[in-house]
């Protein structure tokens, strides 16, 4: 992605709400490669309306341009609506499965107190790991994760932002 100096970039959320067909993923992903941008987040589900996908993409880039890739969205024949939810009051929600390494008990209690701390659950008790699902706003699993990297995190899998705006406004 091409900016100058004096564009700020900043994290957009943006939904994209799509005709539930086979091939809009990847025009829509392609879309934002193809101007240069990296998506750090993207999840895709069925709505309420199983015939209505909603993709939730987080993106980092100036205002101006993904303005531009919103217009260009709206071109695609199965894009439904686009919203950058940037000044929008959303719920925003993050899942994580965390395999950790814990070979002794006073390593698993450390990490049961954390796992607590945090609200999370503990879903696996191996012989050598623990395996944690953790949910919440980004900043929370970040934390979580940060944490658990001194007890050495074995694998993780996250599965990107998914956001609802608050009260009545639709997302």
């Known amino acids: ?23 809009v993923l990847a025009r829509t992903a392609g879309l934002f490669a193809r101007r240069g941008f990296n998506i750090d987040s993207l999840a895709v589900s069925t709505t309420e309306d199983p015939a209505i996908s909603r993709m939730t993409i987080v993106v980092d880039g100036p205002a101006d341009i993904l303005e531009q890739i919103s217009k260009q969205l709206y071109k695609l024949v199965d894009v439904i609506k686009v919203l950058d939810h940037t000044n929008d009051a959303i719920i925003s929600r993050e899942m994580a499965l965390i395999k950790v390494h814990a070979e002794d008990s006073s390593k698993r209690a450390e990490l049961m107190q954390i796992v607590d701390i ?11 790991t623990i395996t944690i699902e953790a949910t919440g706003d980004t900043d929370k699993i970040d934390a979580l994760e940060n944490l658990l990297k001194g007890y050495g995190i074995k694998e993780m899998v996250r599965s990107g932002r998914v956001v609802l705006v608050r009260g009545t406004k639709s997302t």
Not at 1 to 10: D, G, L, R, W
Not at 118 to 128: N, Q, S
């Open 1 to 23: 992605m091409v900016t100058s100096i004096n564009e700020p970039t900043m994290k957009h959320t943006i939904s994209v709400l799509v005709e539930n067909r086979s091939g």
């Open 118 to 128: 945090f609200r999370g659950k503990i879903v696996d008790l191996a012989g050598k």
